[in-house]
């Protein structure tokens, strides 16, 4: 594999390199982001107003950066903004950047908004007057600009398309670069060209060699043909594959299906059948003309009147008003959407209807096809690297607009072959101009050295309260079972740490009789004992592992050691894996107490309930650094926490967050004690295990001219300008990012958006997997109201909040989220309503929008008033932001069935599974009768509550009970039962779970379980003894509208 002048597989790449040089050479003085000074004046436009501007390193939860102009630090927030500055490529975490005089945009001075919300001030209600727009009291500031989306362009500039120069120049490709010669002459010739100018490629020596990632996702200039990996199991594909260009046409021009010699079928011959889907501007009365609208989308909803307007089956995110020509090609909701499916054309109207706009991605979700292209030519604009798609527009079959930025592009002749109907002229109907989903497998200059082998390391605390929790034996138990399907290949490497108060390395090396422990005590300068057999083949080693994984549950059963040295650990293991990368699983049970990283309990239990005053920042800035350094060199950290007490999530959490991994945690997990725990952890492991991998990942967004994104949410590092770093990719993990529009869009009918994950997979291939999404521009206010998803909004919102949260306060968070919908309905009905009625008027596309607000103040995340344990609240804030929209949206806003007349009619059947499909109910005790039995899928947890006087059918066949005081207080798991009853529900609940890849528990609930207290809480309608009820909500809301 080894290239010319690509690094040996030890050595890192050089951008890399300097990047994480320049972080462990600072050693403590590393107290600034990776933010270069020349993003700082852009930067605070963007943030100002939203991210507090705390001195110090690292303050807050999660991953953001957010640059002080005055002290010249960098903080991190909930987020990471984006600068618009093109893609400088600098040494990535850069050491005390020196304040920036010349920067025009100091806070006082830059013209960005003044966050909505002040300071948290008394919650009663009768202290101060209640200012229009604002939830709480003395929560109104003028001008009533709300929150950060509507965030001035001033200063800085679009990212959407960086700067040619910015390019990185291609020497090596530019002889491939113009494709003008293709538009006339002899076929046959041009293939021959190609030939020629590939062969003169290889040979003069100048393959081209990135330095980083940003050029590679940038760069890989209409990727060189030839250089693709022609091994056999390249073709390998997730669904469907496309063959590159057979042999014969390669070689001889395109086959003769029209019967003709290769020779004569020229260009002439495209444009005949050339009949391509109406896109673009030209086609602008096509596109607008298939308004897609259902009539019940143009009503408008007096909320106070119709309250129950939560439909009985799953929300659908709205269709796009396009052309059914082109929404049929349009990325799956699933994938990839957006918070307004109508695009306002400026700024100002985007200000106007003071909703967020932004998308939210789920791009490595399992799919079930997925078309992968292995075809040597990826197409991609010459300037803005946007992958060509199908929201291009052909000019001619030669040409093709790009519908990023418009340029004009040749289409290269290789394009003009159809492998799927192995017709030539027809470029429009590849299945890169197909499919909006696509994958490409990527020749050697997506790649800034040979793809590393799959390298899994887990880390393991074994103090003697790990110990205690019996955590051991179901992790080594589940990794012998799933040890063969690891993902990986014969290349998968495998090692294992152990931590107490000192650190244990196995060598596994082949040949020995069993596994050798070494033991290193000194923590406070690691090193590696024998690094060459620590992390092994696993083929190789298969019995030595497996041996291992017997016998350390009980090597460490007698262990009085109570101390925990979590962050020496951390760096033997970062060492260990520093040159390959890979996936680093950390066990952890208990606050580290020894070496660096140590952290002291802070939770204070008398102040859970408060919304002030809360630890979400964390106390150190070790794991941040570390996970930087980690991503820096290609290792993502997944934290397992198993832990009763206070851990500290909010500093240990950021070790996942900036290196893009996951967070799971398992309160009170105890082999014995809490079975249920148990039980979870097995089936999360299971798919932990197993679920596809994606490593030395990077991820761009792109969209068209005069859009810019600018704030990005997720686990994950900003590498560069917009360039996200993911060492590991993972099926289960969703981003959300914010935009504005930079310049007027009124000249294009239609936007587009395009992320593009470059990835190498467990099999060693780089692939890219690209989404573009294509949404309609709209001058009107009424329209983009119309083409809200109340869903996006809610989760791009929640995202946003978890940012207030950290860098504010909770109560600024919750305040926020409320104005939200009062700004978003005073706009519609000030501006779009004709006629003021009274009530609460709602377009139909946001009628759930107040419920959703209300269900996020209620959720675990924004709650006020309970005893929500720190630890747990900072996961739910993890998941926020971290999890696809479809399962936060669940998590906040459960569904709830009825479950005691369950039936056939109108279930869905699976693989002859027949499921049963109830309605959706309110969230209100109102919806539950005595009578009945009542499902309610929260997401994480599934609680089926049993009233009182429920049917004595209900009790015996599907619970095996003879009368209700026989339920047990604590029953996790429903008995499978020969009756069609228990048929059913078992059907169902076991269909719920399997849409999702973490597994929830289920708790049946009688009046005196203890869960009853949490199954009212997810009540979301009604009012609680700190929380409004849904009716009261409105009123309160319609209040501050009509003022
Ligand atoms: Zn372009």
């Known amino acids: 594999m080894s290239q010319p002048g690509i690094p040996a597989s030890g050595g890192a790449p050089t951008g890399l390199q300097a990047q994480n040089g320049a972080a462990s050479a600072s050693g403590s003085l590393y107290s600034n982001g990776p933010v270069q000074n020349a993003l700082v004046s852009s930067q605070i436009s963007v943030n100002q107003g939203y991210n507090s501007q705390l001195p110090g390193s690292y303050p807050h939860l999660i991953p953001a950066k957010t640059l002080n102009p005055v002290s010249g630090q960098s903080n991190y927030g909930g987020s990471q903004t984006v600068s618009p500055l093109s893609n400088y490529q600098g040494p990535g975490q850069t050491l005390h950047r020196p304040p920036v005089a010349s920067n025009p945009a100091t806070p006082s001075l830059h013209s960005a908004p003044v966050p909505r919300m002040p300071l948290p001030t008394s ?45 990185p120049t291609i020497s090596g490709n530019t002889n491939l670069t113009s494709h003008q010669y293709v538009s006339s002459g002899d076929p046959s010739f041009q293939n021959n060209f190609i030939k020629s100018g590939i062969a003169s490629n290889t040979n003069n020596g100048s393959m081209v060699v990135h330095n980083s990632y940003d050029e590679i996702e940038g760069g890989g200039f209409l990727a060189t043909p030839q250089h693709t990996n022609k091994n056999p199991t390249m073709s390998r594909s997730v669904g469907y594959s496309y063959p590159s260009l057979p042999p014969g046409y390669q070689n001889t021009g395109p086959p003769s299906t029209t019967g003709m ?60 008003n396009l052309h059914e020509d082109i929404q049929k090609l349009n990325c799956n909701p699933d994938l990839f959407r957006c918070t307004l499916t109508s695009i306002p054309q400026t700024q100002a109207l985007l200000n106007k209807a003071k909703l967020p706009l932004g998308l939210l991605l789920h791009p490595f979700k399992d799919l079930v096809q997925l078309p992968v292209v292995t075809s040597s030519t990826i197409v991609r604009c010459r300037s803005c690297r946007t992958y060509i798609n199908p929201f291009v527009s052909f000019l001619d079959p030669r040409r093709w607009k790009c519908n990023l930025c418009y340029r004009v592009n040749d289409v290269p002749e290789e394009f003009m072959y159809n492998p799927l109907t192995r017709v030539y002229g027809e470029p429009h109907r590849r299945p890169e101009v197909q499919n909006a989903t696509i994958e490409f497998m990527a020749p050697s200059e997506y790649m800034l050295r040979p793809p590393q082998p799959p390298v899994y390391l887990f880390v393991f605390d074994v103090s003697h309260n790990a110990v205690e929790t019996g955590y051991l034996n179901s992790v080594c138990q589940s990794l012998l079972d799933n040890l063969d399907l690891l993902p990986g290949n014969t290349r998968t490497k495998i090692g294992f740490i152990t931590f107490d108060s000192t650190i244990h390395f196995y060598s596994l090396q082949e040949g020995l009789s069993q596994p050798q422990m070494l033991i290193v005590s000194d923590i406070e300068d690691v090193f590696i004992p024998m690094p060459e057999n620590l992390l092994v083949n696993l083929n190789e080693s298969k019995e030595l592992v497996q041996d291992l994984l017997k016998t350390l549950p009980q090597m460490f059963t007698k262990t009085l050691e109570t101390q925990s040295a979590l962050g020496p650990a951390l760096q033997a293991a970062f060492k260990l894996m520093s040159p390959t990368g890979g996936r680093m699983s950390v066990f952890q049970t208990q606050l580290p107490t020894l070496g660096v990283g140590a952290l002291r309990p802070r939770e204070e239990p008398n102040q859970r309930s408060s919304a002030k005053e809360i630890h979400l920042t964390p106390s150190t800035d070790f794991y941040k650094k570390l996970a930087l350094d980690c991503s820096g060199q290609q290792v993502a950290v997944d934290l397992f926490l198993l832990s009763g007490q206070y851990s500290d999530l909010a500093s240990l959490g950021c070790i996942s967050r900036y290196s893009a991994g996951s967070v799971y945690y398992y309160p009170s997990y105890h082999h014995q004690q809490n079975p249920v725990q148990v039980q979870k952890l097995q089936k999360e492991l299971q798919r932990y295990l197993t679920r596809k991998i994606g490593f030395e990942a990077v991820m761009r967004i792109r969209c068209t001219k005069g859009l810019s994104i600018h704030t990005f949410h997720g686990n994950f590092f900003v590498r560069s300008t917009d360039l996200l770093s993911l060492p590991n990719v993972n099926p289960d993990a969703g981003y959300a990012v914010q935009m504005s529009v930079e310049e007027s869009l009124t000249d294009t009918q239609l936007v587009s958006f395009q992320s593009a994950l470059l990835y190498t997979s467990s099999k060693g291939e780089r692939r890219i997997r690209v989404h573009t999404l294509c949404l309609p521009v709209v001058s009107t206010l009424n329209e983009v109201f119309l083409g809200a998803d109340v869903q996006a909004i809610s989760g791009l919102l929640a995202n946003m909040a978890v940012d207030r949260s950290v ?20 706009a519609y009905r000030s501006s779009v309503l004709s006629n003021q009625q009274p009530g609460l008027m709602v377009p139909f596309s946001l009628r759930l929008f107040p419920l959703f607000v209300l269900a996020l103040l209620k959720q675990k995340s924004f709650q006020t008033g309970t005893n929500a344990r720190l630890d747990e609240r900072i996961f739910a804030m993890c998941q926020v932001k971290n999890q696809p929209l479809v399962y936060l949206m669940l998590t906040t806003h459960p569904s709830l069935y009825r479950v005691d007349n369950l039936s056939d009619e109108g279930a869905l059947n699976i693989n002859d599974r027949t499921i049963p499909q109830p309605p959706i109910l309110q969230l209100s005790v109102e919806k539950l009768s005595r009578d009945g039995a009542f499902l309610m899928d929260a997401g994480s947890v599934l609680m089926l509550w049993v009233g009182k006087n429920c049917g004595q059918n209900f009790l015996s066949q599907v619970l095996g009970v003879q009368n209700y005081a026989l339920i047990p207080q604590i029953m996790t798991d429903l008995p499978e039962l020969d ?36 199954f009212l809480q997810n009540m979301v309608e009604d009012r609680t003894e700190s929380a409004l009820s849904y009716y009261e909500f409105l009123l309160h809301i319609q209040q501050q509208v009509n003022k």
């Open 123 to 167: 919650h009663n209600p009768a202290a101060t007057p209640m200012p229009s727009g604002s939830f709480l009291p003395g929560a109104n500031v003028h001008p009533p600009l709300n929150w950060q989306y509507n965030y001035s362009s001033t200063g800085s500039q679009t990212n959407h398309c960086p700067p040619a120069s910015s390019q």
């Open 261 to 320: 010699p290769p020779s004569s079928l020229n260009y002439s011959s495209g444009p005949q059948g050339f009949i391509q889907t109406p896109l673009g501007a030209n086609h602008l009365a096509a596109s607008m003309s298939g308004l897609s609208l259902h009539p019940e989308g143009l009503r408008v909803i007096n909320l106070l009147q119709e309250r129950n307007m939560l439909p009985a089956t799953p929300l659908r995110p709205p269709v796009p």
């Open 807 to 826: 860098t504010a306060s909770l109560s600024d968070a919750r305040d926020a989220l409320v104005n939200a919908v009062i700004d978003s309905l005073s």
């Open 979 to 1014: 009756t069609p009853e228990s048929a059913r529900i078992i059907a169902f609940i076991s269909w719920l779970r399997e849409q999702r890849p973490f597994f929830p528990i289920l708790y049946v609930i009688r009046d005196e379980s203890p869960m009853k207290a949490n």
